[in-house]
């Protein structure tokens, strides 16, 4: 029997607004931003092979799990977590495996707020023509001078951090559902357009071989490592986003269909942003390796030497802005409904509150590109140490705990019928990839990650 429980927040309209909303949580700068950086700095298809792999093996499954836990449960994820361990009899201290996804949530949306912030700024400067017949060095030398300067950077952010709350004070399914459902679209159409431009660089086979033409020589520990948590990180698991969302998941849903198009979808928007980015890049002698800085020192000059690119530049950047927004909204919400569910605020308090928080710990990261740039423990920067820390070992522990909860603990005919795959092969493959192959492989990261295992 599937649960009858509902949630206290609500409840998606249709499968077609969970698959959006789940979709728009899982596109944003994760695919736009930092994948292709990523594969920059980890030598393209070696990076991109092992992503592929970790989607399949690990990210499908994976979400499976979390969108059933999250249905069941019906609650914010610490307290389905509690409830699903009592259902089963286990220890009610699974319940903080919810609170520290929790956690990880409010960390990762204090630095992302600051690259939100970033996208914004860019879409302003893009359209005060700032960028207007720039080289490809003043582009960069503006994108310095713009992340130097400790009060604008701060300004951007404190202003995306305000946007989010607006939108999760108004609560998910309103605004957001329809909002996603023109803008996602769109998104799509200006990458694609994007790749279009590329395609006239002349540099396009250079960026497609970039991306695919395998060479294991530059597949390192470091690399796989990185992309197991890019593959985390792009899907938005291991922390509790995709278990809010499940639990607003009407009953009868099919978990493992809607699971596998959203992670369709989501890497489909990253492969193809490689391939609008990296043309760009070799057309213009930049470095593929040059890290969080890559689109913002790219796509202005990209902007620049296009017909009407000022326009398709904005439109752009904000783009890119509503797709960290879509996805803002789904880190926060972990902590919204926890401060609701618990001390009974009203949705309103709860998203000022967590904001409030979020927006003081996203100080740290404003400040690591300006004034506080030479502090650095293990030689990394509090935004580089914050992204290692959340990316390389929360996330992949938060997967580890609740693959094995969903994989060993919780009862088979509860996964069997939440998922509904009535124990046939389709059951087998993904309980199997969920007791052995997932904790395994995040096993292996965690223990790479912290430096167990060189
Ligand atoms: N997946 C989003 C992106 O690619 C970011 C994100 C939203 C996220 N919710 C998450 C990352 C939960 C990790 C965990 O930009």
Same mark, same amino acid.
């Given at each position: 029997?599937?649960?009858?429980?509902?949630?206290?927040?609500?409840?998606?309209? =249709?499968?077609?607004?969970?698959?959006?909303?789940?979709? /728009?949580?899982?596109?944003?700068?994760?695919?736009?931003?930092?994948?292709?950086?990523?594969?920059?700095?980890?030598? /393209?298809?070696?990076?991109?092979?092992?992503?592929?792999?970790?989607?399949?093996?690990?990210?499908?499954?994976?979400?499976?799990?979390?969108?059933?836990? @999250?249905?069941? /449960?019906?609650?914010? &994820?610490?307290?389905?977590?509690?409830?699903?361990?009592?259902?089963?009899?286990?220890?009610? +201290?699974?319940?903080?495996?919810?609170?520290?996804?929790?956690?990880?949530? *409010?960390?990762?949306?204090?630095?992302?707020?600051?690259?939100?912030?970033?996208?914004? !700024?860019?879409?302003?400067?893009? /359209?005060?023509?700032?960028?207007?017949?720039?080289?490809?060095?003043?582009?960069? @030398?503006?994108?310095?001078?713009? *992340?130097?300067?400790?009060?604008?950077?701060?300004?951007? +952010? =404190?202003?995306?951090?305000?946007?989010?709350?607006?939108?999760?004070?108004? @609560?998910?399914?309103?605004?957001?559902?329809?909002?996603?459902?023109?803008?996602?679209?769109?998104?799509?159409?200006?990458?694609?357009?994007?790749?279009?431009? =590329?395609?006239?660089?002349?540099?396009?086979?250079?960026?497609?071989?970039?991306?695919?033409?395998?060479?294991?020589?530059?597949?390192?520990?470091?690399?796989?490592?990185?992309?197991?948590?890019?593959?985390?990180?792009?899907?938005?698991?291991?922390?509790?986003?995709?278990?809010?969302?499940?639990?607003?998941?009407?009953?009868?849903?099919?978990?493992?269909?809607?699971?596998?198009?959203?992670?369709?979808?989501?890497?489909?928007? !990253?492969?193809?942003?490689?391939?609008?980015?990296?043309?760009?890049?070799?057309?213009?002698?930049?470095?593929?390796?040059?890290?969080?800085?890559?689109?913002?020192?790219?796509?202005?000059?990209?902007?620049?030497?296009?017909?009407?690119?000022?326009?398709?530049?904005?439109?752009?950047?904000?783009?890119?802005?509503?797709?960290?927004?879509?996805?803002?909204?789904?880190?926060?919400? &972990?902590?919204?409904?926890?401060?609701?569910?618990?001390?009974?605020?009203?949705?309103?308090?709860? =998203?000022?509150?967590?904001?409030? *928080?979020?927006?003081?710990?996203?100080?740290?990261?404003?400040?690591?590109?300006?004034?506080?740039?030479?502090?650095?423990?293990?030689?990394?920067?509090?935004?580089?140490?914050?992204?290692?820390?959340?990316?390389?070992?929360?996330?992949?522990?938060?997967?580890?705990?609740?693959?094995?909860?969903?994989?060993?603990?919780?009862?088979?005919?509860?996964?069997?019928?939440?998922?509904?795959?009535?124990?046939?092969?389709?059951? +087998?493959?993904? +309980?199997?990839?969920?007791?052995?192959?997932?904790?395994?492989?995040?096993?292996?990261?965690?223990?790479?990650?912290?430096? *167990?295992?060189?």
């Amino acid at each position: 029997m599937t649960s009858e429980r509902t949630s206290l927040h609500g409840q998606w309209s =249709s499968r077609w607004t969970f698959i959006l909303a789940t979709t /728009g949580a899982a596109v944003g700068l994760g695919n736009i931003w930092k994948f292709p950086y990523l594969a920059g700095e980890h030598g /393209g298809s070696a990076f991109v092979l092992v992503y592929l792999i970790c989607v399949a093996l690990l990210g499908i499954p994976m979400m499976m799990a979390e969108v059933m836990l @999250g249905r069941r /449960g019906r609650q914010t &994820p610490m307290y389905t977590m509690r409830s699903l361990a009592e259902e089963t009899h286990r220890s009610r +201290h699974w319940q903080w495996l919810g609170f520290a996804g929790t956690l990880t949530g *409010v960390l990762i949306l204090s630095y992302y707020s600051v690259i939100g912030g970033w996208t914004l !700024a860019y879409a302003f400067r893009t /359209g005060t023509g700032a960028f207007h017949d720039a080289s490809a060095e003043g582009v960069s @030398g503006l994108f310095n001078d713009f *992340v130097g300067d400790p009060l604008a950077v701060f300004g951007w +952010h =404190s202003l995306f951090m305000l946007m989010t709350m607006v939108v999760v004070a108004f @609560g998910v399914q309103k605004g957001l559902e329809r909002a996603t459902k023109y803008l996602m679209p769109a998104l799509v159409v200006l990458l694609l357009g994007l790749v279009g431009y =590329s395609a006239t660089t002349g540099y396009m086979l250079e960026g497609v071989a970039f991306i695919f033409a395998p060479d294991f020589s530059r597949l390192t520990g470091t690399s796989m490592l990185a992309a197991m948590g890019q593959a985390f990180f792009s899907l938005s698991l291991g922390m509790g986003t995709i278990m809010i969302y499940g639990s607003y998941l009407p009953a009868g849903v099919s978990i493992a269909r809607t699971s596998i198009i959203v992670a369709l979808a989501d890497t489909s928007i !990253a492969v193809i942003a490689g391939l609008a980015i990296f043309p760009i890049v070799f057309a213009n002698g930049l470095e593929p390796g040059a890290g969080p800085s890559l689109i913002f020192e790219t796509l202005p000059l990209a902007f620049a030497q296009m017909t009407g690119g000022i326009l398709i530049g904005v439109m752009f950047f904000i783009l890119l802005l509503v797709a960290a927004w879509t996805s803002s909204i789904s880190l926060i919400e &972990p902590a919204v409904t926890l401060l609701v569910e618990k001390f009974r605020m009203t949705r309103l308090r709860a =998203s000022v509150l967590s904001g409030l *928080v979020t927006w003081v710990l996203g100080l740290g990261t404003v400040f690591s590109f300006n004034i506080w740039a030479d502090y650095r423990i293990f030689d990394k920067n509090f935004f580089d140490l914050l992204d290692f820390l959340t990316s390389n070992i929360m996330l992949p522990l938060g997967g580890l705990f609740i693959a094995v909860f969903c994989g060993w603990l919780l009862a088979r005919e509860v996964s069997q019928t939440e998922l509904r795959l009535d124990g046939g092969p389709g059951f +087998h493959l993904w +309980h199997g990839l969920i007791r052995y192959v997932a904790p395994i492989a995040m096993l292996i990261v965690f223990a790479y990650a912290v430096g *167990v295992i060189r």
